[in-house]
């Protein structure tokens, strides 16, 4: 049994694939030329929390459910030549923010065994997503005007049932561990109940341990992902004030380092507990569309095994 805290932020410039992007730039291209942005993020935060529940019938096979909770909050600005505002259509200044928050998606996966030699192991993970978040949320109405959906990344969930397949390798020696990962996300169906379905996810990770004594390990990994932009369109009205409204603007290549120290309980009344943490810091991006940069996340976990 075990619970996980993730927490990202977005802050600085906006891009443009690898490049910074102008307020003007923004305006023009990063949403229509019906519909230009008046609006972009300064900063947007996520937090998840996820209870993971593990049992294992046989020596090789590992069940495990994964409810999760998130919360998301953004603040926009006034893009510097900006159009006028559209009448009817609420505005969000920004000033305050705004925030969602609630239950996200449920995963449920299998973990198979598929190789165990001394110092070596394969693992096959086969999981699904249950769109138990909602994909739907709205702004409320101030003052008779209607903000209509909240902007594609603040949904709680993808809104659709989600594959999760994954090879896992872990080799160890001594003090030292190694291993290695590919992972994806595949959307099952063409679209949620709001008209969309988020991109595809193929991600790559490898990673290095080593034991600075016999209960603390540091670690550092490289991970490379590979998303592709929103398919689809809202069916409902949004009001479509910047580059977060639009789903070209969404996805991309990221690489990151990750650095991380676990420790773990060998003996005492709290044996079978483990603590860890890792700071995940962005190397490099390439954007699809206009987006705000990454600044990084910050993830703990707490695991007690028995």
């Not at 973990?111 to 070596?120: E, F, V």
């Not at 594959?163 to 160890?172: E, I, R």
């Not at 705000?292 to 993830?299: F, I, K, N, Y």
Request: net charge negative; aromatic share 12%.
């Amino acid at each position: 049994i075990g619970y996980q805290f993730m927490h990202s932020r977005r802050g600085g410039d906006m891009r443009h694939g690898s490049h910074a992007a102008s307020d003007q730039e923004v305006v023009q291209n990063a949403c229509r030329p019906t519909a230009q942005c008046r609006f972009t993020p300064t900063y947007m935060n996520m937090s998840m929390h996820m209870l993971n529940i593990m049992y294992a019938p046989t020596d090789w096979l590992n069940i495990m459910l994964m409810p999760q909770f998130m919360s998301m909050d953004m603040n926009l600005r006034e893009l510097e030549g900006r159009p006028p505002a559209v009448l009817g259509v609420h505005e969000h200044s920004g000033i305050a923010g705004h925030a969602t928050g609630g239950v996200g998606d449920t995963i449920f996966a299998a973990l198979i065994k598929l190789w165990d030699q001394q110092g070596h192991q394969l693992h096959m993970g086969v999981g699904f997503s249950a769109p138990t978040g909602a994909a739907d949320l709205q702004f409320r109405r101030i003052a008779r005007a209607d903000g209509g959906l909240v902007h594609f990344g603040m949904q709680l969930g993808s809104g659709t049932w989600d594959f999760l397949p994954s090879v896992t390798y872990n080799g160890m020696y001594g003090d030292w561990s190694w291993g290695a990962q590919l992972s994806g996300t595949v959307r099952m169906e063409q679209a949620n109940k709001s008209g969309y379905r988020l991109g595809n996810i193929f991600q790559t990770t490898a990673w290095g341990s080593y034991h600075i004594t016999s209960w603390l390990a540091a670690s550092v990994r490289g991970v490379y992902t590979l998303q592709d932009s929103i398919q689809g369109d809202f069916n409902a009205f949004n009001g479509r004030t910047g580059p977060m409204d639009f789903p070209a603007n969404y996805g991309g290549r990221f690489w990151d380092v990750g650095f991380g120290l676990t420790a773990r309980a060998l003996t005492g009344d709290l044996v079978g507990n483990s603590l860890s943490f890792e700071w995940l810091q962005p190397v490099a991006d390439d954007f699809n569309g206009y987006q705000l940069e990454r600044e990084g996340a910050l993830s703990a976990a707490w695991n007690v095994s028995f």
